[in-house]
């Protein structure tokens, strides 16, 4: 059976554990030491590492985690800012990952070099995201190297994939995203229900994803620049006519820079 952890890390990041009872895999580790307790409270083999892009609260961790394994595949972007990676991918790359096949999706924003990975649905479980920085529960990730166009059409690639979709970010930012997110959109009432939700799960101590595409689609800003009223908002907030939904998500990336 399928087992997909949010492993605490740091202050608010998540590395994604994902096992099929025996073998495990880690999405973005960090930082070795939740890892490893993860996997030895399970009993888990480590059979692989899968990297979104280069900074280091998502790298941080692979050199340690690779000490007793050096031959542990790791997956990653095709870039030389991350030394570790033994699987160079590219926008399209396929590849199997234990039970599940993986499609590879270039995602340049957040950074130039990102990725991420889309595992198929199959009879026993929705598909899988593993975003990375781009996407958030509520929100996307800052563009510290990539354009809103990049950003765009990064989000336009999530939006095709199936509604059920487990949405898996890499950090627990969705209560500070949600709070924009009413600023912007105050008339969505599945945004007011979804506050409350979340809300209820951090109080309890438990994380608010993974997420669906479902939930995002009609609570997340960022992918809902059709909305009328999204579209007053950008327009209020920028001061002048804010045209297409390339302007109204850049307008929304520097509103929430500021927020």
Same mark, same amino acid.
């Given at each position: 059976?399928?087992?997909?952890?949010?492993?605490?890390?740091?202050?608010?990041?998540?590395?994604?554990?994902?096992?099929?009872?025996?073998?495990?895999?880690?999405?973005?580790?960090?930082?070795?030491?939740?890892?490893?307790?993860?996997?030895?409270?399970?009993?888990?083999?480590?059979?692989?590492?899968?990297?979104?892009? $280069?900074?280091? #609260? /998502? =790298?941080?961790?692979?050199? *340690?985690?690779?000490?007793?394994? !050096?031959? %542990?595949?790791?997956? &990653?972007?095709?870039?030389?800012?991350?030394?570790?990676?033994?699987?160079?991918?590219?926008?399209?790359?396929?590849?199997?990952?234990?039970?599940?096949?993986?499609?590879?999706?270039?995602?340049?924003? $957040?950074?130039? #070099? /990102? =990725?991420?990975?889309?595992? *198929?649905?199959?009879?026993?479980? !929705?598909? %899988?995201?593993?975003? &990375?920085?781009?996407?958030?529960?509520?929100?996307?990730?800052?563009?510290?190297?990539?354009?809103?166009?990049?950003?765009?059409?990064?989000?336009?690639?999530?939006?095709?994939?199936?509604?059920?979709?487990?949405?898996?970010?890499?950090?627990?930012?969705?209560?500070?995203?949600?709070?924009?997110?009413?600023?912007?959109?105050?008339?969505?009432?599945?945004?007011?229900?979804?506050?409350?939700?979340?809300?209820?799960?951090?109080?309890?101590?438990?994380?608010?994803?993974?997420?669906?595409?479902?939930?995002?689609?009609?609570?997340?800003?960022?992918?809902?620049?059709?909305?009328?009223?999204?579209?007053?908002?950008?327009?209020?907030?920028?001061?002048?006519?804010?045209?297409?939904?390339?302007?109204?998500?850049?307008?929304?990336?520097?509103?929430?820079?500021?927020?």
């Amino acid at each position: 059976m399928l087992d997909l952890t949010p492993i605490p890390s740091f202050t608010d990041n998540y590395i994604w554990g994902l096992s099929d009872g025996q073998q495990a895999w880690l999405i973005d580790p960090g930082e070795a030491a939740p890892a490893r307790q993860w996997l030895q409270t399970h009993k888990l083999d480590l059979t692989g590492i899968l990297i979104t892009h $280069h900074h280091s #609260d /998502h =790298i941080g961790g692979v050199q *340690a985690l690779l000490h007793h394994n !050096p031959k %542990i595949p790791v997956y &990653g972007p095709d870039t030389s800012k991350i030394k570790t990676v033994t699987v160079p991918l590219k926008d399209g790359t396929e590849f199997n990952l234990g039970p599940w096949r993986v499609a590879v999706l270039g995602v340049p924003a $957040h950074t130039l #070099d /990102h =990725i991420a990975y889309y595992l *198929a649905p199959n009879a026993e479980q !929705p598909g %899988i995201l593993f975003c &990375g920085d781009t996407l958030f529960g509520a929100g996307c990730g800052r563009l510290f190297e990539g354009s809103p166009k990049q950003l765009h059409q990064a989000l336009k690639r999530f939006k095709t994939l199936p509604p059920e979709t487990l949405m898996c970010c890499a950090h627990e930012y969705t209560l500070s995203n949600l709070a924009f997110a009413q600023q912007v959109e105050p008339g969505n009432r599945k945004l007011q229900e979804r506050q409350q939700q979340e809300q209820c799960k951090r109080e309890a101590g438990l994380p608010t994803l993974p997420s669906t595409l479902a939930v995002e689609l009609a609570t997340n800003p960022f992918l809902r620049p059709h909305s009328p009223e999204i579209q007053v908002s950008a327009k209020h907030y920028a001061k002048a006519d804010v045209i297409g939904e390339e302007a109204i998500i850049a307008t929304l990336r520097q509103w929430k820079d500021n927020f």
